[in-house]
């Protein structure tokens, strides 16, 4: 895998840099979108637990 990376560094220069440079960015971004909407659905599921046991079963 080094020897992929280091080869296609020397043949295309910064841009290989500047590709993994963003898909790690990227990477990061989601990662990120994905832990506040895991938090958002949390505090949802907690929010709808505590109406439903404060409305009258009928």
């Given at each position: ?5 280091v080869?296609?560094?020397s ?6 840099l ?5 898909l790690?960015?990227?990477l990061?971004?989601d990662?990120a979108?994905?832990?506040v909407?895991d938090?958002?659905?949390q505090?949802?599921?907690e929010m709808?637990t ?9």
């Amino acid at each position: 895998m080094s020897d992929v990376l280091v080869r296609a560094l020397s043949e295309h220069g910064p841009w290989v840099l500047m590709v993994f440079f963003l898909l790690y960015r990227d990477l990061q971004k989601d990662q990120a979108t994905r832990a506040v909407l895991d938090k958002n659905t949390q505090i949802l599921v907690e929010m709808t637990t505590m109406i439903r046991e404060r409305l009258p079963r009928g």
